[in-house]
């Protein structure tokens, strides 16, 4: 006698839940890579074939095939530590050209974005070179004036030694003189120093105005460089 509340599942249920929970399923085939071929020449020109990668060629190409021999991959062999330095210094060439491009064609969206024309381009040159040559007149006068005072100092020393003979000058004839000279000296190389500029100048303005005529394909705007005023 069953016990009571049992039931017996039709054997049609009791395939599905079995087939649900993976029991009775046909298992899936598992796809691997077809085994590979592996052949290299070596430093003796012979030809190496191995079904695994070949110690022989560890520093040469080696090929990876198929099984119907057909090229599955060509494996390289590692830098040595010379091409690695080439190979740094031909990344780094190529950095700095294509950063020396970039800069060049902002430099290039510069000058047309400032410049109309070459006349443009040169009013501007004029301008600067107008200041310059205001700060080395300016300087200029002020050596006239140094030097009268330096004269009037070495004369006033003179005069006192005149005067003393046996006597040390002063500290205050020979400060004023010291005084004068270094000043002198000051202004001029203030002067040197802005008739180097001058030049920059120029010659920033000069390889501005031959790009901005390729960029505009204009003849050349003919301007006589201003000479410097002093030096």
Sequence with gaps: ???EGSRRLPSACLGAAFALAGFGAP?????????????????????????RPIAACARRPMRELNPDGSLRRLIQPPLTKEQE?????????????????????????????????????????????????????LATQRILSLDKELKIAQEAAEGWKASNPRKQLPFTFQQ???????????EDALIADRNAERERVNTRFDADARRLRELLGTPAVTQERSRSPRG
């Design 85 to 137: 330095r080439e190979r740094a210094a031909s990344e780094k060439q190529r950095q700095d050209e294509a950063w020396a491009r970039k800069v060049q064609q902002a430099r290039d969206r510069n000058l047309l974005l400032t410049f109309e024309n070459e006349s443009s381009l040169e009013s501007m040159r004029r301008r600067g070179l107008a200041d310059i040559d205001h700060e080395i007149r």
């Design 176 to 186: 004023r003189i010291t005084d004068a000279a270094n000043a002198i000296l000051a």
């Design 27 to 51: 298992a899936q085939p598992v796809i691997s890579a077809p085994p590979a071929i592996y052949s290299c020449t070596d430093e003796e020109g012979r030809t190496i074939t191995s079904d």
């Design 1 to 3: 006698m069953k016990p």
